[in-house]
C-alpha cells in the first residue's frame, strides 16, 4: 500500500496511508510529501493501532503534521478549454484533482492520477500542461491562451503561487515550442466559493468579467454562454474590444495595468527578498565550512606538533641513554686502567722490597767480613807487641 509521509521528527516519520490510516515509523531519509510503499508487515501492525492512529492522542505523539498535510490550504485552477481544478495543502502538495468540465475530464483520463496527488503543485502543472499540449489544444492558427488563478488562506502565499506558477507554465510552453498567452493571478476564497456556484473555476470567471468590462455595453455579454467558450476565444474576444477602448474601458484598462502593476512590483520584492535570504544563507553556510575547514587544520597541525614533540622527546631520551651509556663504558675504562695501574704499583713495590733485601744482606756480609778483618789485624798487631 502506498503512503505520503506527513511529518519528521527527528529519527521518526509519520505516513498517511491510502486507506486514511496515520503510522509512525523510521526515518530513512524521507522527505514531506514522498510517496513511499508500506510494507504488509507494518500494515498488520498499525491494523492493531489503527484506531488509536486515528485519534487525537496519536496527533499528540505525531504532532500536527498528519493534520497539517491533509488539510487544504491553497486552491489552484487551470483554464485552457479545459478546466481542472487542484486543491493544495500548506507544503504545496496536491491533495486532489478535480475536472470543472468535459474537456477537463478527458485530459485526465490520460493522466494517472497518482502521477498528480501528493506531488508538489509545479510538478503536477508541467504533467497536465504535457496533457493539454498532446492532445493539440494549443495547436491552430489562434493563438493559445491559458489561465491560471490561485487562492489561499493567506495571501501573500496566493500571490507568490501565481508568479511561480506563470514562470513554470510559461516555461514548459516554451520547452512545447507553442504560442500561448498566458495570465496568472490571485484571488480571494470568496471567488472560489462564487465561480464553484456557477460551475466554473475564478481564473474563467474573472477572464469573463474582463470580456465584459471592455466591452461598450456589458449587457451584450452573455456570461453564462462565454463561461463555456475556449480561453483563447475569450481573449481574442477582449483584445478585439480594447482595440477601440471608451472612456469607461480605458479606466478599467488603467485600473488593471496599475494593479497588475502593484502585483508585479510585489512579486519582485519577495524575489529580491527570497534572493537575499538565499545569498545569507549561502554566505552563512560558507562561513560554518570555512570555520569547520579551519578547525580541522588547527587540529591537524596541533596533531603534527604534537607527533613531532614526541619524537623529539624519544630522541633525546635515546641520547641520553646513549650518553649515559658511554659515561658508564669511559668510567669501566678508567676503573679497569685504574685497576691495572694499581696492579702495576702493586707488583712494582713488591719488587723493589725483593731488591732492597738483597742489598741489605749484601752489607750485612760485608760488614762480617770488615769485622772478621779487623779483628785479624788487631791479632796481628797483637803479636807483634810481643814479639
Do not use: C
Not at 68 to 97: K, M
Request: hydrophobic share 30%; aromatic share 4%.
Amino acid at each position: 500500500m502506498k503512503a505520503v509521509v506527513v511529518e519528521i521528527k527527528n529519527n521518526k516519520a509519520a505516513v498517511l496511508s491510502d486507506d486514511g490510516r496515520v503510522v509512525a515509523m523510521k526515518n530513512n531519509n524521507y522527505e514531506i510529501g514522498q510517496v513511499i510503499l508500506m510494507k504488509n508487515s507494518m500494515l498488520q501492525i498499525t491494523k492493531r493501532i489503527a484506531v488509536f492512529a486515528a485519534s487525537a492522542a496519536a496527533f499528540v505523539i505525531l504532532g500536527t503534521g498528519a493534520w497539517a498535510y491533509a488539510t487544504p490550504y491553497t486552491y489552484v485552477s487551470v483554464d485552457v478549454n479545459p478546466s481542472i481544478e487542484y486543491t493544495v495543502n500548506r507544503f504545496d502538495r496536491v491533495l486532489s484533482v478535480k475536472a470543472v468540465n468535459d474537456d477537463g475530464e478527458e485530459i485526465l483520463q490520460e493522466i494517472s492520477l497518482e502521477d498528480l496527488e501528493n506531488q508538489t503543485i509545479e510538478a503536477a502543472i508541467r504533467k497536465t500542461l504535457v496533457q493539454i499540449t498532446a492532445a493539440g489544444y494549443f495547436a491552430g492558427t489562434t493563438e493559445g491562451g491559458l489561465v491560471i488563478a490561485t487562492a489561499s488562506k493567506n495571501e501573500d502565499k496566493a500571490d507568490e503561487l501565481a508568479v511561480t506558477l506563470q514562470e513554470v507554465t510559461e516555461e514548459e510552453i516554451l520547452e512545447a515550442n507553442e504560442e500561448v498567452i498566458v495570465e496568472s493571478y490571485s484571488v480571494g476564497l470568496a471567488r472560489v466559493e462564487e465561480a464553484k456556484k456557477l460551475g466554473v473555476t475564478p481564473g474563467k470567471l474573472n477572464l469573463v468579467e474582463k470580456l465584459q468590462a471592455s466591452t461598450a455595453d456589458p449587457t451584450t455579454i452573455n456570461i453564462e454562454e462565454w463561461l463555456t467558450k475556449p480561453v483563447k476565444e475569450i481573449m481574442k474576444a477582449t483584445k478585439d474590444n480594447r482595440n477601440a477602448p471608451s472612456v469607461s474601458d480605458s479606466d478599467n484598462s488603467v485600473k488593471e495595468e496599475q494593479k497588475d502593476q502593484e502585483k508585479a512590483d510585489k512579486a519582485k520584492e519577495r524575489e529580491e527578498q527570497k534572493l537575499q535570504k538565499e545569498e545569507e544563507k549561502a554566505s552563512d553556510k560558507a562561513a560554518k565550512s570555512e570555520e569547520k575547514i579551519k578547525a580541522k587544520e588547527e587540529k591537524t597541525k596541533e596533531k603534527i606538533q604534537n607527533t613531532q614533540e614526541k619524537a623529539l622527546e624519544k630522541d633525546e631520551d635515546a641520547r641520553e641513554k646513549v650518553k649515559k651509556s658511554n659515561e658508564n663504558s669511559h668510567d669501566k675504562e678508567k676503573n679497569d686502567k685504574n685497576k691495572d695501574k694499581d696492579k702495576n704499583n702493586s707488583e712494582q713495590s713488591k719488587s723493589e722490597k725483593t731488591i732492597d733485601g738483597s742489598d741489605e744482606d749484601k752489607i750485612i756480609d760485608d760488614s762480617d767480613e770488615t769485622d772478621e778483618s779487623q779483628d785479624d789485624d788487631s791479632s796481628k798487631g797483637k803479636k807483634e807487641k810481643n814479639r
